[in-house]
């Protein structure tokens, strides 16, 4: 629960009454919590989304469902995942109750465990639209992504892959690099001791990447648009940098490429019917294989808070689940 804005320690563990679902909706027990980036900035107030105080954070779940409207399709000990909508509400996901939306909630296949349905739809629905819907990556593209250890990035690795593309992935440590290599990635690429640029040059005979995934802005972005290939695609997905790059558009011209906006949720509004066919592909490809969210730690309820810093501090890899 947040009763004061701030850093991962402010949140504290309460006892509270969940009272009634709320009406409409699908009640969980929750087996899974994904922690997500901007989780981290919703519980500082740094968010585009400020819930009223008091809160309980977490937007990501996974659990079995206790009770559902009838008309919502579910059925009280199904497992599923679901987003929640922290829009009007307080309650979220970190939290042995949450209440979800019925077309915000997926039946998870029968070999899906709860720590994989937690950490599922967040990376890869924004991945699916970034790549497929804005980007139109192809295969035999060359997709580099940035950040790839990290949640959005390791999805964005392995859905590249499963497109048919050429992955070159950047990260902040050597540990990171050997995880992209282990997600699938051609080739990775410690960012802080190495020219990405000089590299992504040297890999792609001097052409640049086709599309290039930015879950970093700041200087990542600025210095993409030096290896981005004639008539390539910058997917703008996150600014975990802290830095919004200003793009300049002169460059954009000269050197025929394009910059896109991606914001998942919007989709989630405005568009909500490409969603489920996403949802299909996406379960498509974790029933053959191909894609499997990659969780690197699982704490208890009790360990939220040192589960947030791990992620607001840059230090994890993949997803980190919570398990109430
Ligand atoms: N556009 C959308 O619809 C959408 C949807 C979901 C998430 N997002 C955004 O995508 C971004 C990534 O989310 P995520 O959940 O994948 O986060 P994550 O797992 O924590 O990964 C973020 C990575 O960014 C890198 N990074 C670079 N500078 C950093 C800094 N100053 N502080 C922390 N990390 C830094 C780190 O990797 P290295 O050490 O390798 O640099 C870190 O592991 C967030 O900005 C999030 O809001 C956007």
């Known amino acids: 629960m947040v009763r004061e804005l701030g850093g991962p320690d402010s949140m504290r563990l309460e006892e509270v009454d969940p009272g ?51 008309s ?21 996901g970190y939290a042995e109750i949450a209440d979800a939306a019925p077309q915000s909630v997926v039946r998870m296949p029968d070999e899906m465990s709860f720590e994989d349905g937690a950490g599922f739809t967040l990376i890869y629905q924004t991945g699916w639209f970034g790549l497929h819907r804005r980007a ?15 949640g959005v990035g390791s999805a964005a690795v392995q859905l590249g892959k499963a497109a048919g593309a050429t992955v070159i992935a950047t990260a902040g440590s050597d540990e990171k690099v050997a995880v992209c290599l282990k997600l699938g990635a051609d080739h990775a690429l410690n960012y802080k001791t190495q020219d990405f640029v000089e590299e992504v040059k040297k890999l792609t005979d001097g052409r640049g990447a086709d599309v290039i995934y930015d879950p970093v802005g700041g200087e990542v972005y600025d210095r993409s648009t030096k290896c981005i290939a004639f008539e390539g695609r910058i997917v703008l997905v996150g600014f975990t940098s802290g830095h919004i790059p200003q793009a300049a558009t002169n460059h954009i011209l000269v050197k025929n490429y394009s910059v896109l906006g991606l914001h998942w949720g919007l989709y989630a509004r405005r568009a909500h019917e490409l969603i489920p066919p996403a949802t299909h592909s996406l379960l498509d490809l974790y029933r053959s294989g191909k894609i499997k969210p990659h969780i690197s730690a699982r ?6 808070p040192r589960a947030l810093a791990m992620v607001a501090g840059g230090k994890s890899t993949g997803k980190v689940v919570l398990r109430p």
């Open 299 to 304: 704490l208890p309820l009790t360990e939220a």
């Open 20 to 70: 009634e679902p709320h009406d409409g909706f699908v009640r969980v027990a929750v087996r899974g919590a994904a922690i997500n980036f901007p989780d981290v900035l919703m519980i500082a107030g740094l968010y585009q989304v400020k819930p009223e105080l008091p809160f309980v954070p977490g937007v990501e779940v996974s659990g079995e469902v206790l009770s559902a409207p009838a």
């Open 136 to 150: 139109k990556l192809q295969p035999g593209e060359t997709l580099l992504v940035h950040a790839a250890a990290g």
């Open 72 to 92: 919502s399709g579910f059925n009280a000990g199904d497992h599923v995942m679901a987003l929640l909508d922290s829009g009007g509400l307080t309650r979220g």
